[in-house]
């Protein structure tokens, strides 16, 4: 079983969201201050309602409906950390499966993680685009990210922007979307997506931590999270094949983590390590 290990929390995928939910909808009818002014502002499509709230209730106050970042994602990991619930992480290929994962959320009150895999980015571009230098994956993914922004905010709940994986060969995916996050950043102070995931796990540790830091540099300057891989997820997933690993080569090992907390934490603390046991 994969859990993410974190420096600032620890996600555990599933349910778990009962803890919390109990009156959140009712408290919010009654709390409803200014509208967001983010995409729904610019669109001139005003959250109304519950939507309308710039914290949400029952959770830390930076913690807001629509896509969280910077201080209001580690507030929320760090909340669900202390209070022991769950964020299910869901990796979506289309508008209607992330309008799908906002109504599940928002009937739950209940904050989710939406994320996109490089072929999934690549499928929700559609497949007729070409793919070279994976320009159809970022499309796709910088598509979904502005849809998940848009309709976060309507749904009126929060919600963590992720990409999932990415290994060596697809870094120029995340490279991509990344300089679309820098370029979110100039105009709204914050970057694109929440967070993306690095998983160069079939690297040697070494040079596994040495890109991560490079990245990680980046990602402090707009307060975007970075979620690294030690240990190799087993069989085939997007379109990365292990099923021939060594066995012992799956599991993340005890010094290795510590040695990622070492040498990431001077950069920046805004980081998780997902590890296999």
Known sequence: MKFVVAVLATIVMGSGADAFTAGVRRSARVASVSVNDKIAGELDIPCEEECALESYPNMPPSVHPGVVT???????????????????????????????????????????????????????????????????????????????????????VPVILHTDHCAKKLLPWVDGLLAASERYYEKHGEPLFSSHMIDLSEEPIEENIEICKDYLKRFAKIGMLLEMELGITGGEEDGVNNEDVATEDLYSKPEEIFQVYEELTPISDMFTVAAAF
């Open 70 to 156: 910077g201080q209001a994602l580690v507030d929320l990991l760090e909340d669900a950390k202390t209070r022991g619930y769950a964020i299910p992480a869901v990796n979506c290929v289309s508008s209607s499966g992330i309008n799908a994962c906002l109504e599940a959320a928002r009937k739950n009150d209940a904050p989710i993680i939406i994320q996109f895999s490089s072929g999934g980015s690549q499928f929700y571009g559609g497949k007729a685009l070409d793919n070279k230098n994976y320009a159809a994956a970022i499309a796709g993914a910088v598509s979904g990210a502005f849809h998940v922004r848009t309709m976060a905010e309507q749904y009126g």
